[in-house]
């Protein structure tokens, strides 16, 4: 065991309550969520940045020791990285995504340039024993997923959000859509139950006027799949509905076709029938055609509206209404009223709107 003084502490580690002088093991787990120090070995002039437990961006350069966690990453848009089947101290691994997570880089969107290569310096300790000096390695989360978790939706509505792909828009629809249900009158939980670990979307939905916000990361998951995916969604809904708010929105990160277990959410029989309405976020026309069709053919649901970059002109929104026979409300240029059209699927909270 030694001491390291670290420069930045990743949002992953967000529960860990950790200072900047750390004590570290040589004695490296390779499971996901483990946390780990590492020395950043080269810089970057994009993707450069890193998401801080107290939510702000950091830039990292070259020598900054770091927090992060060890997990994998499936990104379209980004890297691609696994998780890693042995480590030791001075290994070298890569930061995966914005929110510190640890890998082997597989693959590179060239959008981003190569990863940040780190060299690894042992496993971050914490002491739960009182007045022992008997170090566990630290790990990400404040509870453990229990994968049989039912779902209690305790009669609160649930509105989720679908995407056809990554940056579909889902988060500012999921903000439009909280910022005028509060406005309305509604109390609004939010939650995000797919992805890699990275609160920044949490914490945009606060902003936006949610009540209460989790995350799967909340529950020691760095980066959900299809096995992960449908026991998460059951517990953060069940744990939010538990506060008996009005309505609880759920991002659903990535899209409807990748290796975060959206597929897998959808087709778990007690999250379909407790879902009130589903918005999707699509990229263009034929991605909000595609994404219909599996909404429909595969889940049975139809989407209550359709948002994203699709309608940010009326070409795309016509388009939708004709093709698919679907109401198209833009998120950022017109919020209120794709808040307002979930709104008719609540009851009604406030007679004079703001």
Same mark, same amino acid.
Request: proline share 5%; charged share 20%.
């Given at each position: 065991?030694?001491?390291?003084?670290?420069?930045?502490?990743?949002?992953?580690?967000?529960?860990?309550?950790?200072?900047?002088?750390?004590?570290?093991?040589?004695?490296?787990?390779?499971?996901?969520?483990?946390?780990?120090?590492?020395?950043?070995?080269?810089?970057?002039?994009?993707?450069?940045?890193?998401?801080?437990?107290?939510?702000?961006?950091?830039?990292?350069?070259?020598?900054?020791?770091?927090?992060?966690?060890?997990?994998?990453?499936?990104?379209?848009?980004?890297?691609?990285?696994?998780?890693?089947?042995?480590?030791?101290?001075?290994?070298?691994?890569?930061?995966?995504?914005?929110?510190?997570?640890?890998?082997?880089?597989?693959?590179?969107?060239?959008?981003?340039?190569?990863?940040?290569?780190?060299?690894?310096?042992?496993?971050?300790?914490?002491?739960?024993?009182?007045?022992?000096?008997?170090?566990?390695?630290?790990?990400?989360?404040?509870?453990?997923?229990?994968?049989?978790?039912?779902?209690?939706?305790?009669?609160?509505?649930?509105?989720?959000?679908?995407g056809t792909c990554m940056d579909s828009g889902?988060?500012?629809? !999921?903000?439009?859509?909280?910022? /005028? *249900?509060?406005?309305?009158? #509604? @109390?609004?939980?939010?939650?995000?139950? +797919? $992805?890699?670990?990275?609160?920044?979307?949490?914490?945009?939905?606060?902003?936006?006027?949610?009540?209460?916000?989790?995350?799967?990361?909340?529950?020691?998951?760095?980066?959900?799949?299809?096995?992960?995916?449908?026991?998460?969604?059951?517990?953060?809904?069940?744990?939010?509905?538990?506060?008996?708010?009005?309505?609880?929105?759920?991002?659903?990160?990535?899209?409807?076709?990748?290796?975060?277990?959206?597929?897998?959410?959808?087709?778990?029989?007690?999250?379909?029938?407790?879902?009130?309405?589903?918005?999707?976020?699509?990229?263009?026309?034929? !991605?909000?055609?595609?994404?219909? /069709? *599996?909404?429909?053919?595969? #889940? @049975?649901?139809?989407?209550?509206?359709? +948002? $994203?970059?699709?309608?940010?002109?009326?070409?795309?929104?016509?388009?939708?209404?004709?093709?698919?026979?679907?109401?198209?409300?833009?998120?950022?240029?017109?919020?209120?009223?794709?808040?307002?059209?979930?709104?008719?699927?609540?009851?009604?909270?406030?007679?004079?709107?703001?």
């Open positions: 065991m030694r001491s390291v003084l670290v420069d930045k502490v990743a949002s992953v580690a967000h529960h860990n309550d950790l200072g900047h002088e750390l004590r570290l093991s040589n004695e490296i787990p390779c499971d996901e969520g483990i946390l780990l120090a590492v020395k950043v070995l080269n810089n970057k002039t994009r993707y450069n940045q890193l998401e801080l437990t107290s939510g702000r961006m950091a830039t990292v350069t070259q020598g900054d020791i770091v927090v992060g966690a060890l997990g994998h990453r499936k990104a379209l848009l980004g890297y691609s990285g696994h998780l890693p089947a042995e480590l030791a101290v001075g290994d070298t691994v890569q930061i995966l995504n914005i929110g510190g997570v640890l890998g082997i880089c597989d693959s590179a969107n060239p959008d981003v340039g190569a990863p940040f290569d780190c060299e690894v310096l042992g496993t971050v300790l914490h002491f739960p024993y009182l007045g022992e000096r008997i170090g566990v390695p630290a790990r990400v989360g404040s509870a453990k997923l229990d994968p049989d978790a039912p779902l209690n939706a305790n009669g609160v509505a649930m509105v989720a959000l679908a889902k988060t500012a629809a !999921a903000c439009a859509i909280i910022s /005028r *249900l509060r406005h309305l009158g #509604f @109390d609004v939980a939010a939650c995000k139950a +797919t $992805g890699v670990s990275l609160r920044r979307d949490i914490l945009a939905m606060e902003d936006a006027g949610a009540t209460d916000t989790m995350i799967f990361s909340d529950l020691g998951i760095v980066t959900t799949t299809a096995e992960n995916g449908p026991p998460l969604a059951r517990s953060l809904l069940t744990a939010l509905a538990a506060r008996s708010p009005d309505v609880i929105v759920i991002e659903l990160g990535d899209g409807l076709l990748g290796a975060y277990g959206v597929e897998a959410i959808l087709s778990d029989e007690s999250i379909r029938n407790a879902l009130t309405g589903v918005v999707l976020c699509a990229n263009d026309p034929v !991605a909000a055609w595609g994404g219909t /069709r *599996l909404l429909q053919e595969q #889940f @049975d649901i139809k989407p209550t509206v359709v +948002t $994203g970059p699709t309608t940010d002109n009326a070409v795309g929104i016509d388009q939708i209404a004709q093709r698919m026979g679907l109401p198209a409300i833009n998120a950022l240029t017109n919020g209120a009223a794709l808040g307002d059209k979930i709104a008719t699927l609540l009851p009604n909270k406030a007679e004079n709107p703001s």
